[in-house]
């Protein structure tokens, strides 16, 4: 579109997981994913809008982000979607967000369920609009899912991806250990 003009800038969902996944409830985090749908073609967005989230979260701003707009230094905030959202809801952007606030939609079409499991047939049914669905769960481990689900059940808390799988790594070694001195 045009500068100026009214069409949508990202079109995504928002965690609809566990709260405690990432610390959603705790952020209160209404980020739309990154798995969303953007405006690239629009000027107004692709230059003026992401510039605008680079300058304020510039390259470093996270440990080890060497690219600016994608991290906001704070846990659990890593990757663009979360940047360009914390851009938005910083006070010192309050009236830029009133203007441009129409750009960012929440789409029925768009499940993120973060990395829980589900059956397609009961989403469906809960959410008949649903056409994609955003979950790690379908690529994930037997033995991930385990870890994932007794850290829940014993800290009432998920472990970050990078956690994950160092802790799956650490089993399926100690498994091949175990399977070696018993074979």
Not at 125 to 153: C, D, M, N, W
Request: net charge negative; hydrophobic share 40%; charged share 20%.
């Amino acid at each position: 579109g045009k500068k100026g003009g009214g069409g949508p800038w990202v079109l995504g969902s928002v965690a609809q997981c566990d709260g405690r996944y990432g610390s959603v409830e705790s952020r209160r985090d209404l980020h739309l994913n990154g798995n969303a749908l953007y405006g690239v073609g629009d000027p107004s967005f692709a230059d003026d809008f992401l510039g605008q989230v680079q300058a304020f979260y510039p390259a470093f701003t996270g440990e080890g982000i060497s690219v600016a707009g994608c991290s906001t230094g704070v846990a659990e905030e890593g990757g663009h979607d979360h940047a360009m959202h914390r851009f938005l809801m910083h006070p010192a952007n309050f009236n830029y967000l009133r203007r441009v606030a129409h750009r960012f939609r929440v789409v029925d079409w768009l499940a993120n369920l973060c990395e829980e499991d589900y059956d397609e047939a009961s989403l469906l049914l809960e959410r008949p609009g649903t056409f994609v669905v955003h979950s790690k769960a379908p690529y994930q481990s037997g033995e991930a899912k385990r870890i994932k689900q007794l850290q829940f059940e014993i800290l009432d808390t998920v472990p970050s991806a990078a956690r994950l799988a160092e802790l799956e790594a650490q089993l399926v070694a100690s498994a091949n250990a175990q399977g070696r001195v018993q074979g």
